[in-house]
């Protein structure tokens, strides 16, 4: 028998696009600029953030675009990310609980605030 090599759920991901975070690991660290993520990508764990893990590009030139070298952002693990506190402004770890609508709402597990 063949194994399939699909996923038996998606993980819930604790970053979301728009949200505020600091580098805790690699190259870039530096736990007191706060940075926002572009894109997540939950299917390798990942997610672009910027001004983090720029790479060059050489690119040919089209009708759009001159061609050169071009600055991407490139996927950053989100291991490597932490959450800022929107209360104190800290990097912070989430938990997850139910509003009075029973929706699932994400909190920092430091201050208690909602984060949305």
């Given at each position: 028998m063949k194994k399939s090599t699909q996923k038996r759920f998606a993980p819930k991901m604790k970053i979301k696009k728009g949200d505020?975070?600091?580098v805790i690991a690699g190259a870039y660290r530096?736990?007191?600029?706060?940075v926002?993520?572009?894109?997540?990508?939950?299917?390798?764990?990942?997610a672009i953030v910027e001004e983090v893990n720029i790479r060059k590009k050489h690119?040919?030139?089209?009708?759009d675009s001159p061609g050169g070298i071009v600055e991407?952002?490139?996927p950053i693990?989100?291991?490597?990310?932490?959450?800022?506190?929107?209360?104190?402004?800290?990097?912070?770890?989430?938990?997850?609980?139910?509003?009075g609508d029973n929706?699932?709402?994400?909190f920092s597990k430091k201050s208690g605030e909602i984060i949305d």
């Open positions: 505020k975070v600091v530096d736990r007191s600029k706060v926002e993520v572009l894109e997540v990508l939950p299917d390798t764990n990942r690119q040919k030139p089209t009708q991407i952002a490139a693990h989100l291991s490597n990310l932490m959450l800022v506190d929107p209360k104190t402004g800290e990097p912070t770890r989430i938990g997850r609980m139910k509003d929706k699932l709402k994400r």
